[in-house]
């Protein structure tokens, strides 16, 4: 499974949109990008995934580049209960070797 | 669909005994994954299970080992538990290729 690279922590305001960005220079044409989050203390939870087309649902927005070498998790209206350390992973649909980084830990300030 | 469950949520253990970590995966989900986390290293994949066999394995001392059983619930033992094995183990399924979906976590305490 490629490796991934995300800034260690950012800042955003309540209210405003939070960008979260992921390094996948490696990735693989069968490999997806799936994004995770975890909350203090909890398990990780699914954000989102995708292949090569953005894509949205309830939670966020996933923008991947044309070259898939990078992708950037939206956030549309960051709350203080998003607050959280975001993963970023790649894997392929057979690589059950989930690789996790540090993660993004995000901050959503009032 | 109710999610991946986990027990006991936590449990503290002396240096030198056993411990068995039990997971409940989702309805229908065939496959289960197990990783510990730690401060210090992260989260560390351990093992994947599918249909009762083991299909991955991470760098883990043999200490460590799991199963899974024909309801595809799953264990994982660990066995001489040292101070450093103090951490969340988590565990996640997935059915077949799809997204894997996390449980809460045991939280074990060595002493």
């Known amino acids: 499974d490629a490796k991934t690279t995300q800034p260690p922590s950012m800042d955003c305001a309540e209210g405003r949109a939070a960008n979260l960005p992921c390094n996948h220079s490696t990735i693989s044409g069968n490999e997806y990008v799936y994004w995770y989050r975890q909350i203090h203390s909890q398990g990780p939870q699914y954000i989102i995934h995708g292949l090569k087309n953005n894509e949205t649902n309830e939670m966020a927005s996933l923008i991947i580049t044309e070259d898939r070498k990078s992708s950037t998790l939206i956030l549309p209206h960051a709350t203080l209960r998003d607050t959280a350390v975001y993963y970023c992973i790649v894997r392929g649909t057979g690589g059950f070797k989930t690789i996790f980084g540090a993660g993004t830990r995000l901050f959503v300030k009032a | ?111």
């Not at chain 2, 560390?44 to 249909?51: A, G, P, R, T, V």
């Not at chain 2, 979906?101 to 939280?107: E, I, K, L, N, Q």
Request: charged residues 15%; aromatic residues 12%; glycine residues 10%.
């Open chain 2, 1 to 111: 669909k109710a999610g991946v469950t986990q027990t006991p949520r936590y449990l503290i253990k002396t240096r030198g005994q056993q411990v068995t970590l039990s997971c409940s995966p989702i309805s229908g989900h065939r496959s289960v994954s197990w990783y510990q986390q730690t401060p210090g290293q992260g989260l560390q994949f351990l093992f994947e299970y599918f249909s009762e066999t083991q299909r991955n394995k991470g760098n883990f001392p043999g200490r460590f080992s799991g199963r899974q059983f024909s309801n595809s619930r799953s264990e994982m033992n660990v066995s001489t538990l040292e101070l450093g094995d103090s951490a969340l183990y988590l565990c996640a399924s997935r059915q077949n290729q799809e997204t894997q979906y996390f449980g809460p976590g045991t939280r074990l305490l060595v002493l």
